[in-house]
């Protein structure tokens, strides 16, 4: 057993794990973040993805031991303390990016990372962004909807004018 | 001033057909989910499958010792250890009276019909405790030779998947119009018709693929048993274990929670689940099982398979005389809870849209040594589907005509409504024509057309093909008693309740069971309208039989046609329970109340009136309410449909294709569905985009490919190849509203329109991009390789590169050393 610590969503964990232990199975299984889930077992298909210091990984190829000392972030940690959703996971529900929601955990992780570095995404900028991660359900249209519709309301209230109002009113 | 109030803008907005964003988001969006896998419970148990590497064998010796020494392992258990009481995998639907059920247990006892059928599991205290200990069972396989191919297995010297049984063969079923009274004799129609196309298709094996991998977890208290399943249906699963484990219905409670999709995937009664009861029932301790994907892809029932053989015949004028139809179905190597009835479901689709006179289908549901096939969405009508458009397509090009020419001349005219087929369908509402014309408007049909000359003309190395698909789908299942005169094993009704709660919030119970639908969102929105309460006051509960304690699930495009139904008619139940006690309260004569947004008020009484929700406070206070009656307006219904409802839309696929290196990428797609009444269109349109990425990945990608010893070569994300972002184009979707005239809704059912349309219009594309070049058909999915050999080397582009060849490298543990066949492409022992 080996000795590790990380902090993930704002909390810090030391535990004992095997050191073939996966990052994911130890988010899940001893730390309690089931949040994040596992699609494969082959990393195609992304479900897993979570941030490690700040970039978009696949938890599934991550050894535990491998974030010693890391600061992790999951789908539980992306929202504002006080509860207001990120704006990407605010675009997923408005432009209906999700149908079964079992892909969606690692599809918004992977789509906060792909706006990090491309803050204004092309239709096809986002769907070679984001073709790590697998989805059944939607055809991945609604998808790139929502990246694009983020990346809007990221953009304007990184430039210090008010966010506009999403279409949420009548939801 | 008098101030009138204009009816028409006092009203309160109507819920049914706005964009509501999904209840079920929230959750899902913050990972706050309840997956299976994430149920941990005092003592839970993990349960690991020690799996078949061969084929077809008998299990000569299980040697379990080592296995059971293992750090951590608590119990291993065989298919001898459980024969007496696994019972068989139930089969629901003996769609012939003769049909050969060879017996599926869930744990092989004697011999192994497919790689990766379970013969022993690990029951640990840590997963990976019970996956470690898979490699210390030694299991000794008689290898026998594996029954593959289907048109091998059904010749007369074929050997055997099954020795006890008399061939390969399970089923030989029969639809013929002429016997049936429905059209004229088929042989004499083609035996008189000027023009005859024949053609055999092939409709290769799919995976569905859900995104969350099975998993089950079982809890024993006392001799009652709680299951959590990722499973569509929850109430049909009770049904079933009850009758093979014996463990009696009312001590069983099944509950699914957030399930991470299905497709008809999760529509089954799956072996793990079964042994996962047994092991509860043996150790009195919880019991967790989820798969990996590998497990999933090899283990979990395939979709399609089948190997079509058409022939149509019509006159010159390309008016269509008959259609005959022979099908070989792949079953895999048992029949699980619908594998036989799928095809059978598909032989009333084959006919589609067009008004043929004569028609007769038959299909040999066949054995073969792999996992077995039933319902993937569209379950027997997305092959039908693929069949009548390629062979119109055909047809067309035989006949010199264009190929939307021929299909109107054919189809049924929008006055013909409502309209009886060849197979004795009633097609209930529709107009194929409009549909057509907004696609082609939708697509920029002219356009295409000329640049696809202009790229013939120049000898363009990148031809551009357009292809169609104007197709109808029977959904909304099921009439019980077409099931029943059907030969299936149960009823397809629908159930709800609704509980008016004193606070004026609603308790809406539903049977059918989502994964993914939205029915939380689409329900709130038939109650919001039919009991004028708040959207946001309307709480749908499902997906556990001790809750919703009546249902027959989700599948077939049923939710909204059959289960909507059911939650409107409660509610028409709960208005006249209401109506009783508004009357009384409001001493008024029953027939001076009117009912509208959420209140009655007597006629010619201003001022008098009262919300349901009072209503629903003052039954639950029971101090003034009339005699006779009691004391609830909480109402339940069940709805068994008269008909299936129709469907039906227009497809139009612009595809290039590059001669040179045999890529295909699709230029533009668009589609104009008629679903009936749309009560929420944000989730019509999620649920076409999905069905479309499915049935494109049929056409373009997905193939579930065996080598000679009967190995899954696609066993994993990296080979089968599930479409990312990148792989699909941006879909350009409409719609017709004509409503469907059997549920008080209107509605048709959406959820797989697009996955049934979509996969002939790709390949009619493809194929109208290099017909001219000699091409006439291409196997799906359409790689590049199969592409470019049709295009160079002719034919239909052959068989996968890994396909009847031995990708497997070699015996890479103990258990499988010494493992051949005669049909290995290595020979002897490996």
Not at chain 2, 748 to 766: Q, R
Request: charged share 20%; hydrophobic share 40%.
């Amino acid at each position: 057993m080996t000795r590790v610590s990380m902090r993930v969503d704002g909390v810090t964990y030391t535990d004992e794990v095997e050191p073939r232990t996966l990052l994911v199975h130890h988010l899940r299984e001893a730390l309690g973040k089931v949040g994040t889930v596992v699609g494969c077992d082959t990393s195609n298909c992304g479900a897993c993805t979570v941030h490690l210091d700040g970039q978009a990984v696949k938890s599934c190829t991550v050894l535990a031991v491998q974030a010693d000392g890391a600061e992790v972030t999951t789908i539980e940690g992306i929202a504002e303390p006080g509860g207001a959703l990120h704006p990407v996971q605010k675009a997923f529900h408005e432009m209906h990016g999700l149908q079964c929601g079992y892909c969606t955990p690692g599809m918004i992780m992977a789509s906060i990372d792909l706006l990090k570095e491309n803050p204004d995404p092309s239709d096809a900028e986002v769907r070679e962004g984001i073709e790590g991660n697998l989805c059944r359900c939607t055809g991945y249209q609604n998808i790139v909807r929502a990246v694009q519709q983020a990346a809007g309301e990221m953009k304007s209230s990184s430039a210090g004018t008010a966010a506009p109002e999403t279409t949420g009113a009548q939801a | 001033m008098t101030l009138t109030e204009d009816p028409a803008t006092t009203a309160v907005e109507k819920e049914v057909g706005k964009a509501r964003r999904r209840k079920e988001d929230a959750r899902l969006i913050t990972g706050r989910t309840t997956w299976t896998d994430n149920m941990v419970l005092p003592g839970m148990l993990h349960m690991s499958v020690v799996r078949s590497p061969v084929a077809h064998g008998k299990i000569s010796s299980i040697d379990v010792s080592a296995a059971k020494a293992a750090p951590g392992v608590v119990a291993v258990f065989t298919g001898r250890d459980i024969a007496d009481e696994q019972g068989s995998i139930p089969c629901a639907w003996p769609v012939t009276p003769d049909m050969v059920n060879p017996g599926h247990p869930s744990l092989a006892v004697d011999e192994v019909n497919h790689v990766g059928e379970g013969v022993a599991v690990i029951i640990a205290r840590s997963r990976a405790a019970a996956a470690d200990a898979i490699e210390l069972v030694d299991v000794d396989y008689e290898p026998l030779p594996p029954v593959l191919d289907m048109e091998e297995a059904v010749k007369a010297d074929a050997d055997l998947c099954h020795d006890h049984t008399q061939s390969n063969t399970s089923y030989h079923f029969v639809f013929d119009a002429g016997e049936a009274g429905t059209g004229t004799d088929t042989e004499q129609a083609f035996a008189d018709a000027e023009v005859v196309v024949s053609r055999r298709f092939v409709n290769q094996r799919l995976i569905p693929a859900f995104m969350e991998p099975r998993s089950v977890v079982v809890q024993p208290q006392g001799d009652n048993y709680t299951m959590w399943s990722a499973t569509q249906v929850p109430h049909i699963l009770r049904v079933m274990l009850a009758s093979v484990t014996g463990v009696p219905e009312h001590k069983l409670r099944v509950i699914a929670p957030d399930v991470g999709g299905g497709f008809g995937g999760k529509l089954q009664v799956n072996p793990e689940e079964v042994i996962a009861l047994l092991v509860a029932r043996r150790l009195g301790k919880p019991v967790k099982w989820t798969e990996t994907r590998s497990e999933s892809l090899m283990t979990a029932h395939h979709g399609r398979d089948q190997i079509q053989y058409v022939d149509i015949a019509s006159d010159r004028e390309g008016n269509v005389k008959a259609l005959r139809v022979r099908l070989l179905a792949d079953m895999g190597a048992y029949l699980r809870l619908i594998t036989p009835g799928v095809p059978a479901l598909g032989a009333f689709m084959f006919p589609a849209i067009y008004k043929f006179p004569a028609y007769r289908f038959e299909c040999d549901g066949v054995f073969t040594n792999k996992v077995p096939t039933d319902a993937y969405r569209g379950a027997g009508r997305p092959e039908a589907t693929f069949a009548i458009e390629r062979i119109m397509d055909e047809l067309a090009v035989e006949l010199g005509m264009d190929p939307l020419e021929l299909r109107r001349k054919n189809w049924i005219q929008a006055q013909e409504f409502p309209f009886t087929t060849v197979a004795g369908l009633e097609y209930d509402s529709g107009d194929y024509e409009t549909a057509t014309q907004q696609a082609l408007e939708l697509i920029g049909y002219d356009e295409l057309r000329e640049e696809q000359r202009r790229r013939r003309e120049s000898n363009d190395p990148v031809q551009l093909g357009i292809g169609f698909s104007t197709f109808t789908e029977m959904c909304g299942l099921a009439p019980s008693r077409v099931l029943g005169s059907l030969s299936f094993g149960a009823g397809g009704w629908e159930h709800a309740a609704i509980r008016m709660l004193p606070t004026g919030k609603v308790e809406v119970v539903t049977g059918s069971t989502p994964h993914g639908q939205g029915h939380e969102t689409a329900w709130s929105q038939l109650v919001a309208d039919a009991l004028g309460v708040p959207f946001e006051d309307v709480e749908v509960l499902h997906g556990d039989t001790a809750i919703a304690t009546k249902g027959l699930d989700t599948y077939g495009s049923r939710s909204l046609v059959v289960g909507g139904t059911a939650v409107v008619k409660a509610a028409e139940k709960v208005i006249a329970k209401a109506r009783k006690v508004a009357a009384h309260l409001l001493e008024a004569n029953e027939d001076d109340l009117e009912f509208a947004d959420g209140r009655f008020s007597v006629r010619g009484t201003p001022g008098a009136s009262l919300a349901i929700q009072e209503i629903a406070l003052a039954v639950f206070a029971a101090h003034d309410y009339p005699e006779g009656i009691e004391p609830s307006i909480d109402a339940d219904a069940t709805f068994d449909p008269v008909n299936f409802s129709f469907p039906h839309g227009t497809h139009i696929c612009a595809m290039e294709v590059d001669t040179d290196t045999g890529f295909v990428k699709i230029r533009k797609y668009a589609c104009v569905d008629d679903v009936g009444t749309i009560v929420n269109p944000l989730i019509v349109e999620g649920q076409v985009h999905g069905g479309l990425a499915q049935g494109i990945a049929q056409a373009l990608y997905e193939e579930a490919v065996y080598d000679a010893d009967g190995n899954l070569t696609t066993g994993t994300f990296v080979d089968y190849l599930v479409p990312s972002a990148a792989d699909l184009p941006h879909f350009d979707t409409g719609n017709t509203v004509h409503e469907a005239p059997g549920n008080p809704i209107g509605a048709k059912g959406v959820g797989e329109a697009g996955c049934i349309a979509s996969t002939p219009a790709v390949v009619n594309a493809a194929l109208d991009a290099v017909r001219h070049l000699g091409v006439s058909d291409i196997r799906m999915p359409l790689t590049p390789e199969r592409v470019w050999r049709a295009i160079h080397q002719g034919g239909d582009g052959g068989d996968r590169a890994a396909a009847g060849t031995n990708a497997y490298g070699g015996a890479s543990t103990e258990s499988t050393t010494g493992v051949s066949t005669p049909a290995s492409s290595l020979g002897g022992d490996r």
